[in-house]
């Protein structure tokens, strides 16, 4: 089975700009690590640190970067449904299955 790769959202990328630009500061790499510090969001920074799990999605939705908890505020009732009608509408068991991976689902 081939590994499905999990990209990180573009509904996540903007809250992670969001909660930066609001709070002024800005995402660095520095001596092979992730770092928080004064200034403006450098996307490409941000793309690599979601790429190297610098910035991470936890399982209670809220977002971590370099240790810093960020609640989002997700509609979560609404972005299952949309994910739901795309399922049923064209994804096949293999999709699924992957999916299912992906997301660390345990299958018997």
Same mark, same amino acid.
């Given at each position: !089975? $081939?590994? !499905?790769? +999990?990209?990180?959202?573009?509904?996540? !990328?903007?809250?992670?700009?969001?909660?930066?630009?609001?709070?002024?500061?800005?995402?660095?790499? +520095?001596?092979?690590?992730?770092?928080?510090?004064?200034?403006?969001? $450098?996307?490409?920074? &941000?793309?690599?640190?979601?790429?190297?799990?610098?910035?991470?999605?936890?399982? /209670?939705?809220?977002? !971590?970067?370099?240790?810093? /908890? *960020?609640?989002?505020?997700?509609?979560?009732?609404? &972005?299952?449904?949309? *994910?739901? /009608?795309?399922?049923?509408?064209?994804?096949?068991?293999?999709? &699924?299955?992957? *999916?299912?991976? +992906?997301?660390?689902?345990?299958?018997?």
């Amino acid at each position: !089975m $081939n590994a !499905m790769r +999990c990209r990180y959202s573009e509904a996540a !990328m903007k809250v992670v700009i969001s909660y930066l630009r609001r709070t002024g500061q800005s995402l660095r790499f +520095c001596d092979g690590g992730y770092f928080l510090s004064e200034g403006a969001p $450098n996307i490409e920074i &941000i793309e690599q640190a979601f790429r190297h799990g610098a910035i991470q999605l936890a399982g /209670d939705g809220s977002i !971590m970067i370099c240790g810093t /908890d *960020i609640p989002p505020q997700w509609d979560t009732v609404k &972005i299952r449904r949309r *994910i739901e /009608d795309h399922l049923r509408k064209s994804a096949s068991k293999g999709d &699924i299955i992957r *999916i299912a991976a +992906c997301l660390g689902v345990k299958m018997r």
